[in-house]
């Protein structure tokens, strides 16, 4: 499928990403973050909303409090990985702005101050659950149509979905929340917007179902371990893209065993019918 690109951001820099949001992007640029994370600061009276405010880095919490003139008002936490919830802590400690995020958090190390349940509304934004990249990632929906996708659905590559706090059936549904849905916007964790994303959410779903259906009729041929397959099934070289397509694999065989599809034997995947079979 076809994923946006962007330029460079200029570092440090609060650019409006459409009209009363900035964005500040992160300076952890790797192949999983592209540029870096986003955090999305937005104005109201009594200081900014801060979306995301990324990984443990002393120079972008600093971006941030520059950009802010250190009047942040409230934190809210798409989900606990460290490259969006690193600078809570600093960021609290020098605004006193609490934490707002998933009531059940994924990491030991982290829980809100003000805890948010599926429906919840938070600054005027509508919180929805939609587990699978990780187990308490929130999207936030605005009434003008903007909704904060996070990592649940970024425009420049497909989401990792990593067991056992990724789950490849949650986010197959949380993607059809999202396809159910009117917004017209989404503002991704990593990557530029995403503008008219329905087309765009229907084919990252179109996308997990032909990768399921491949990884059938690989096993259709014979059993495969979970390395075997991302050979046949992937064409990535570099050992990060290697092991993030081997844990979407996993999640994907997961899903399958669930669904009485697939199971593993020996530590090798195959068709329960050919179990079925053998048994006859």
């Not at 606990?80 to 998933?102: I, M, N, Q, W």
């Not at 009117?182 to 229907?202: M, W």
Request: hydrophobic letters at 40%.
């Amino acid at each position: 499928m076809a994923f946006l690109t962007e330029s460079t951001p200029e570092r440090g820099v609060a650019s409006e990403i459409v009209p009363g949001i900035r964005r500040i992007v992160a300076r952890n640029p790797s192949l999983m973050t592209y540029h870096g994370t986003n955090t999305y600061l937005i104005p109201r009276p009594s200081g900014f909303i801060v979306i995301d405010p990324g990984p443990d880095d002393s120079v972008h919490v600093n971006d941030v409090l520059l950009a802010t003139e250190g009047r942040v008002s409230t934190i809210i936490l798409s989900h606990s990985h460290s490259d969006h919830r690193g600078a809570c802590a600093a960021l609290k400690e020098k605004t006193g702005a609490p934490v707002v995020a998933f009531h059940a958090s994924a990491s030991p190390e982290f829980s809100p101050d003000i805890p948010l349940q599926d429906g919840d509304e938070v600054e005027g934004m509508i919180a929805i659950h939609t587990p699978g990249h990780a187990s308490d990632h929130l999207c936030f929906a605005r009434p003008d149509g903007l909704l904060f996708s996070a990592d649940h659905v970024m425009s420049w590559s497909s989401t990792i979905v990593s067991p056992p706090d990724g789950d490849m059936a949650d986010y197959c549904t949380s993607l059809q929340i999202l396809l159910n849905r009117g917004e017209n916007i989404f503002l991704p964790g990593h990557g530029p917007p995403i503008h008219n994303p329905k087309p765009y959410v229907a084919s990252l779903l179109s996308y997990r179902t032909e990768r399921e259906r491949a990884i059938v009729n690989a096993l259709n041929i014979r059993p495969f371990n979970t390395w075997d397959l991302v050979d046949r099934l992937y064409s990535k070289t570099d050992p990060w893209l290697r092991m993030a397509a081997e844990r979407n694999v996993v999640a994907h065989l997961l899903k399958l065993q669930s669904e009485g599809k697939v199971e593993e034997y020996a530590e090798l995947w195959r068709p329960t019918s050919l179990r079925r079979a053998q048994a006859r």
